[in-house]
């Protein structure tokens, strides 16, 4: 049934955040067909960077995965900003994600992970592809990015 994502997101006791504002021309998300493209989104709240470093020097892998599922819930949100609300969002199909690495950390998958699980656990039984990247930087200087592609629900 549609939006039972969002039941199991309160079961979590998470909320569906604000939609990030943009840091540069682009949108946040946009629904063509039957899929809703969402830009990368950065672990932010109100506009505010919850995380920012590099994983394997400023941070652990345990701070990066917080930050790939922060950047997950702001997906979700951006998501249901363009398909009339949480209803008309399905599963994540491909999620990408980019993690700002030191040279020497090769945990980029576990870092993506916190995106990936929680998606999981809010879309059981649906699995998406994924791609997880280690990058010399990201904007702003935050740890993690995230882009996703998912089903919209019409």
């Given at each position: 049934?549609?939006?039972?994502?969002?039941?199991?997101?309160?079961?979590?006791?998470?909320?569906?955040?604000?939609?990030?504002?943009?840091?540069?021309?682009y949108v946040p998300a946009v629904a063509h067909g039957d899929v809703i493209y969402v830009s990368g989104q950065l672990p932010s709240v109100r506009g505010r960077m919850e995380y920012t470093g590099r994983l394997g020097a400023e941070l652990t892998i345990e701070e990066g995965y917080a930050a790939a599922r922060l950047c997950a819930l702001n997906a979700l949100a951006a998501a249901a900003s363009v398909a009339n609300g949480p209803e008309g969002v399905g599963p994540a199909l491909w999620l990408q994600g980019f993690v700002q690495s030191a040279t020497n950390f090769?945990?980029?998958?576990?870092?993506?992970?916190?995106?990936?699980?929680?998606?999981?656990?809010?879309?059981?039984?649906?699995?998406?592809?994924r791609v997880a990247v280690g990058v010399a930087s990201l904007p702003l200087n935050v740890p993690v990015e995230v882009a996703a592609i998912f089903e919209r629900i019409r």
């Open positions: 049934m549609a939006g039972e994502w969002f039941v199991r997101l309160a079961a979590l006791g998470l909320n569906l955040p604000e939609v990030a504002v943009p840091v540069a021309a090769y945990d980029q998958a576990k870092v993506v992970n916190g995106a990936s699980e929680l998606l999981g656990q809010l879309f059981p039984n649906q699995p998406h592809a």
